[in-house]
Every structure is written in C-alpha cells, then in structure tokens.
C-alpha cells in the first residue's frame, strides 16, 4: 500500500486500495491486464459499456432525442426545426431553411428556404385539389380552368390503330337508372349565364334517357334546341314523335330550309322507300317529281269521315307548266284576265275555250286575244262558260323526257 516510485514491476501486482504510478506506464494492456473503471480524466471512459459512456458524456438520454454540439459541449437534445438537415445552401456552403406542414399535404416553397403546405392533398387514394377531403381519384374544388395558349383549351390524345372503340372522355354515373343527369356546360361568369350545354337525363328505362343539346337565346334564357329521345330527333321539343320533328316554336319562324350549293345537281330532298328508290324529290330547279301526284283531304261526308275514310285527289297532268283561268260570261264580249297574267304566261301559248249555255251559239267564237283580254264574239246574246290556259314564262320550259338519272 501507499506510493511506489522507480521501481520495475513485473508479473502480477495486486492492489487492495489505492496504487498510483508515476512516470510512463508501457506494456500494460487495457483491454486484458486492466479491470475496474479508469475515470475520464485519466483517458477511460468512466463506465464499463459504450452507451453508458456517451450517456455520461452527453447526460439524460431521452425519447427523440440526438447527440450534438451545442457550441461548448457535446449534449443529448432533441431535434429542433433548426436542426433540420439543409434544404438549400448558398455559395459558401451555409445551411438554412426550415419545415412545417400537415399530414397528407404535398410540400410547397412558401418562401425562399421555407417549405409548408400546398393545396394539393394526397390521403393514399384520393387526390383533392382545394379539398381535404376527396372522394374520388381526382377531385378539384373550384373553377377549374385550361387555357387556350398557343394550342387548344383541351387536347386528348388517343390514338386507336386497331379500330376499336374507346372513351377519350369518360362521364361515370353511379347512381339508379332513372336518377342523375351528366353534364357538360359553358357558362359566361362575366354575365352570369349559360351559353349552352349538352346532358343526359335519364328516364325509368334505358329507352327512356334523353340526351339534350341546350342554348341561350338573345334574352340569355337556355332552353332545349335539340333532344335524342329513343331513336328520334326533336328541334325545339323534348319529345319527338318522328324520326324528326321540328317545332318552330313561333308563328314567324320557318320550319326547315334546304339550301343548296353553288351549281346545285344533286336532288335536295328526296323521299325513299326500304330499297332506297326516290318515290318523290325536289331537284335543284326547284322541279317535283313523284310516281304520282296524289293527296288526301278530309272527306266531305261527315257520315264517311266518322268512318275514317279520307279523299284522294290528284293532280291533272300534262307536257307544260300551265295555268288557267276559268268563269262565266253573260251579256257581255269580252273576259278580263287577272291582273298578273300578263306576267305569268306566255301570250303566244294562250289558249281559249268556249261552251255555250241555255241556248245554242253556233256562231260563238273568239274575236282576239292577249295578255289582258279576251273578246268573243257571237251572232247572239253571249252567255257562254270560259276555260282560258297558258304555259308559265318565268320559269324554264318542262323538259318533258328527261335523263332517268
């Protein structure tokens, strides 16, 4: 016991207390020739494990918490915003910035060397736009807008080489047959209107559902211009009865207009049977043709009519356009035509009939003839019927046997 001072040990020497050496201790290892604990000051570590020495070193190890510098000693801390890893360095290679958010939120720059939370909102499944709160893949909470550029508002791309049919714009209704309306609007903000839009609706059957093509007036009022209901076509009703039907919707309003093109040859309208034959059209001139030039009107008889029969008329036919002009002429020789005749009808074509009546006129006859009127002429009272014809002169002669095609 006590001090030892410049003497050479060797083999084993046993301490029961305290043993301080001086001078330059050689040869010893730390690891098998020396147990207990030798204190920090003396180079040990001052505990007998790794985690326990750093714990002596840094102090109370707590949840979260890290080893650091804290300037004049190393500590145990737990991680402040400060402390987080650089985010973006300038020059000379010093870090700054900090973070903040909220689960979910997909990060933004909202500052310089800050980062928080944009308006995008990502749960795992749904994406919202504007939105907490998603409940489909995509959801935008807002006006969404795309705008026209140098290209088009919305282009999609969908290139089909097989010939097979696909949606480039999928509307999905989830709800029962007969509820429910998908729709596509354009609606004017600046005036707080709606230009247009095009929708289904639904009905209590799959034949029932409506597709509707609807437009403002120069009121701003939308209404239904065009409805596809079960294979027909309204114009300005909801409820087609025909393959089409246009409802004019005003007693000035025309109906339908055919216009045709600059040097016209093709009919503008034709009416088919099954096999596609013109059983009548209209051609380019304005001429009609049909198999045969009949029509129905209400029968005369009331007692027919409560039977459903109608009366089938038809046309009287001939090798011209013509007109005529007919009456009666008593005590008098001459037969004033109508004002317009003389601008409808070729004087040259004009052709008159004579039929006596009560009495016999054997020498009842026409004196002369033009465009405003006709004398007769007769050896005794004239009370005669008058048929008067010509052929039309403002429109082209009748070509008569024309090309079959």
Known sequence: TGTVNGITLTGTVTSTGSLTLGGTLSGVSLATQVTGTLPIANGGTGTTTAQLAINALAGAVTSGSYLRGNGTNVVMATIQAADVPTLNQNTTGTASGSVSGTASYVPKFTSANVIGNSQIYDNGTNIGIGTASPSYRLQVSGQTYLGNGASNPLYIDQTVADGVVRDSVYLYEASAQ?????????????????????????????????????????????????????????????????????????????????????????????????????????????????????FLIDHPSLKKKALGKKLRYSSLEGPENAVYFRGTLTGNSCIVLPDYWIDLVDSESVTVVLTPRKYPQPNLFIGSTDNVRVMVESDREICCDFMICGTRKDVQALEVEPDGN
């Open 178 to 294: 007969g509820t429910g309306r998908q729709a596509i609007s354009w609606y004017n903000g600046n005036q707080g209107y709606y230009k247009a839009r095009i929708y289904t609706e639904p009905g209590p059957s799959y034949a029932a559902t409506r597709f509707y093509i609807d437009t403002a007036d120069n009121a701003r009022t939308v209404a239904t211009r065009l409805c596809i209901h079960d294979g027909n076509v309204g114009i300005n009703t909801t409820s087609p009865g025909a393959k089409l039907q246009v409802d004019t919707g005003a007693a000035a309003t025309k109906g339908l207009i055919v216009k045709g093109f600059t040097s016209q040859n093709a009919n503008l309208q034709e009416w088919q049977n099954s096999s596609g034959t013109a059983l009548a059209y209209m051609d380019a001139s304005g001429n009609f043709a049909a198999v045969t030039k009949s």
